[in-house]
């Protein structure tokens, strides 16, 4: 007698897809980047990412209720200064924007998680993640003052650090830095494999940090590449990251599936931009359902191994799966 498979069976109906399906999406996953900016009363919306705002620090305090009674319990932060120089002088500065938020934030909900992303690019009047001599982004010199900036975040109460930047090294500089000075305990959440990515536009328009010249393709990772993924995770796994980060999310999930499969260490992804941008500019033309598609989206991550997600969507995602 032949015996017709029918995997069908297992689609039948609701209760039986939600009984035998094997990946969720859960508020524990979810990461909620913000801009904050200097000045009162300042909330205004980035026109390239609508639902998106830059956040003075009075305007963010109410905007911190929203995001606790959400259930959202992690935030990642990065800042937007009046001034801007050479150095970045604002990303180390222990009254910088991003501290003051931090410390701010612990004040007010000490159990919400507080992520530093660690980069100059916001702080420096030309746009580039490091020092520039002769028009040339320098390793070395830029270690100390990333790791300047990652601790006086951590001094400010982040519970983890990200630096953003790629340069080599900067995690064992990092590591060392924070330890000395007692934040053994502080994590390093590390941008180990971030792409040279277009999908970067909206946010260099919400932080102000387009390059005054050239581009980041020096030190970002060439598109094309999948070994030099590797590479840079095993670097940053000896040098004392504690989690690992793929960048963008969408056009990457071979590399995402790649590094969760190969690494010990928890992998996050970060749905970028300019994937939030062209999902929320499609649904607002009404030529996509949101909710399905957001959510398609971000099982994707979780089930190329994503144990955690960055999404301009966090809020958004929260309230759909509290229906």
Not at 154 to 178: C, E, F, H, N, T
Not at 230 to 237: G, K, P, S, T, V
Not at 262 to 282: H, R, W
Request: include cysteine.
């Amino acid at each position: 007698m032949n015996i017709v498979r029918r995997p069908r069976r297992l689609r039948n109906s609701q209760a039986i897809r939600d009984m035998v399906h094997e990946y969720d999406v859960n508020l524990s996953d979810l990461i909620y980047p913000v801009f904050v900016v200097e000045g009162e009363d300042v909330k205004e919306e980035i026109p390239s990412m609508p639902g998106i705002f830059h956040y003075s620090l009075d305007t963010f305090k109410k905007h911190l209720e929203e995001i606790w009674d959400s259930g959202v319990r992690s935030v990642l932060f990065f800042g937007v200064p009046n001034h801007k120089d050479a150095v970045g002088s604002q990303a180390y500065n222990k009254d910088g924007i991003v501290q003051r938020a931090i410390r701010m934030t612990k004040e007010t909900y000490p159990e919400l998680i507080c992520i530093a992303d660690i980069c100059l690019c916001e702080y420096t009047d030309h746009g580039h993640c490091g020092i520039i001599r002769d028009e040339k982004i320098v390793n070395d010199e830029t270690l100390e003052l990333l790791a300047k900036a990652a601790l006086s975040c951590a001094m400010a109460g982040a519970d983890i650090v990200a630096p953003s930047d790629m340069m080599d090294g900067r995690i064992g500089y990092m590591r060392q830095k924070l330890d000395r000075y007692g934040y053994e305990d502080v994590l390093i959440m590390s941008y180990s494999i971030k792409y040279a990515s277009g999908y970067y536009g909206p946010f260099r328009e919400a932080a102000h940090s387009a390059p005054s010249f050239g581009d980041r393709k020096s030190y970002q990772m060439d598109w094309r590449n999948k070994k030099d993924a590797r590479i840079e995770a095993r670097l940053d796994m000896e040098e004392g990251a504690d989690i690992l980060m793929v960048k963008p999310g969408m056009a990457y999930l071979d590399i995402l599936q790649t590094i969760a499969e190969e690494f010990p260490l928890p992998v996050c992804t970060y749905s970028v931009s300019g994937e939030y941008s062209m999902m929320k500019a499609a649904a607002l033309n009404g030529w996509i359902d949101e909710k399905r598609v957001v959510m398609e989206t971000m099982t994707a991550f979780k089930r190329a191994g994503a144990k955690m997600i960055i999404t301009y969507y966090a809020l958004e995602i929260a309230g759909w799966l509290k229906e």
